[in-house]
């Protein structure tokens, strides 16, 4: 168990340390409260238990002849004393797990954070080989599982430990013997079912977790192609397939609370039978007064009030520590590195190009594969040249745009801009770029909001937002709309067309106003008319910007000044489209089943 603390704390940077420290002060000064609260419940038994000798004591003694040497209202004050300290004692006590709970949830919002952070700088390789599902998945419900399982649970957990220790240094004092006696039925009897259902425990961990990332999975996959699934009828399926991994997290769950709270009831057990033999000894072997064995059975009898249930709690917190320890070493790499990623204030300054981008022999290769993607490749793009890539499924055309994006690093070669080598600033030339996927992910806000993606809405330039609409050719549909720009298109704009989805991320793109844009198979969700306005657009930017087009339909790079042609990452042939068209077979054949 100790390595799983060690794990634990290493997660922590220093600010998160310093809070957990913090937070051992106040514990530390409530659990004395608590040594407090018991003595004073202890002493007001053995007052009306045995006054006599109680007032013997000097300083209660002096408020006894105060008060008119008036047993009833010394007992009186005492009783409301007491009730003060109960009160207090309440009152910290809640305040105390109140602050446990937010520094515990302040930290699990920072670890959250940082790893959606840590994801979010990751590299585009990165997310071509992992599943955004199980990227959620980390971020949204294994760190929830890591504070409210594992983080909540330590820090509750230590302040029951400091109270049980307190209170076990108080009654070895008072009788060592008895004290020790007591210790070693309960805390043995926890560490032997602890020890027992361990293993359980343990399994139940690794269930939790695969059974969650089954359970997101099956969501994502129900709801991110709903279309299909209502035409196909495949509803059933989803929901038995989530169904299905429901029931293994809630059976896991439901195990691990049963055995947190099994052992309750046999150490209830354990105090009421070990009450009955503390009296038994104190009458025959110690052969105390009544009235001294009620004054040591009241304080026994509160100091396992208190302990019992910390002691229940403790074992509790363990077992669901135990329980959920998984997540810690599932999280425990990618919470470290997060740490060492800083949020990033500065403004990225955009390289701009005033002759030319020249690639000479660049090679690169998936991760894992070891045929190249692109091989020895050299092509020159001059500045506001209108330039199409084409080529056959395959050919490596995306792999070009995304070195050309900056999205992924060469391998080898040189990536030169007006002579200068940018292998090692390719954030900064990402800045120069707007992209056009073939499929535009629109987010649930307004179309005015999802032009100026990522820009807050206060400070869209509305100014820009209308240019770029006019540039798209979305003025027409915005006079059908009530609220024009003002419109909710819905989560991922499902109450739109695809053709206009699309044209909204060409306005988009035109909103940032780069010198680069890169349209990848942009139009394929038009129609003919529809392609032909979008087109004749992106023609008006010739001379103005620098224009990239990926595309299978060849009509769409006729215009283009010169077409690159890719064919097993290596450029076969590059021309205007009547060169090709005169010159490449493999281009004519294509032109002629577009």
Known sequence: MLSTFKLLWSLFDENQ??????????????????????????????LISNIESVISFSVINKVYLYLGESSNSLIFISAVFLMIILSMSTIFSVLGVKRINKVSLDIGRELAVNLFRYYQNKNWLYHTQVNSNWIINRIFVETQ?????????????????????????????????????????????????????????????????????????????????????????????????????SVKVMT????????????????????????????????????????????????????????LPSLQQIYSYIANIRGNYSVVIELAEDIVESTKIKKCNSIISKIKFMESIRMENINFSYPGKQKSTIKNLTIEIKKNQFLGIVGPSGSGKSTLVDILSGLINIDSGRFIVDNEEIKE????????ISYVPQNVILTAGSIAENIAFGVDKNNIDIK??????????????????????????GERGVQLSGGQQQRIGIARALYNDNDILIFDEATSALDGITEKLIMDAISKLNGHKTVILIAHRLKTVKNCDQILFIN??????????EFLLKNNKFFSKMVMHS
């Open 17 to 46: 340390r310093l809070k957990i420290k913090k937070l051992q002060i106040l514990i530390l000064f409530l659990s004395l409260f608590e040594i407090i609260t018991i003595s004073s419940v202890a002493a007001f038994m053995h």
């Open 145 to 245: 599982r890591l504070t409210l399982n594992v983080l909540s649970p330590f820090l509750l957990m230590v302040s029951r430990l400091i109270l049980v220790f307190l209170i076990g240094i108080t009654l070895i004092i008072y009788d060592p013997l008895v004290t020790i006696a007591g210790a070693v039925l309960f805390v043995g009897g926890y560490l032997i079912v602890f020890r027992i259902t361990k293993p359980k425990l343990s399994q139940n961990s690794m269930r939790i977790s695969k059974g969650n990332q089954q359970r997101l999975r099956h969501l994502n996959e129900g709801f991110g192609d709903i279309k299909n699934v209502i035409l196909l009828n495949k509803e059933e399926y989803f929901i038995q397939k989530f169904e299905e991994s």
């Open 252 to 307: 896991a769950q439901s195990s691990n609370i049963t055995l947190s709270v099994a052992p309750r009831y046999i150490m209830e057990w354990m105090a009421y039978v070990g009450m009955a033999c503390l009296v038994l000894y104190l009458i025959a072997i110690q052969q105390k007064e009544m009235n001294q064995i009620i004054a040591i059975i009241t304080l026994y009898g509160i100091s396992a009030f208190k302990l």
């Open 425 to 432: 600033n390719l954030l900064e030339w990402r800045k120069s």
């Open 464 to 489: 820009q937002v209308n240019k770029a609409i006019k540039q798209a050719h979305l003025c027409e549909f915005l006079k059908q709309l009530e609220n024009g720009i003002d419109t909710q298109i």
């Open 568 to 577: 097993n990452g290596e450029l076969e042939a590059q021309g205007s489209y």
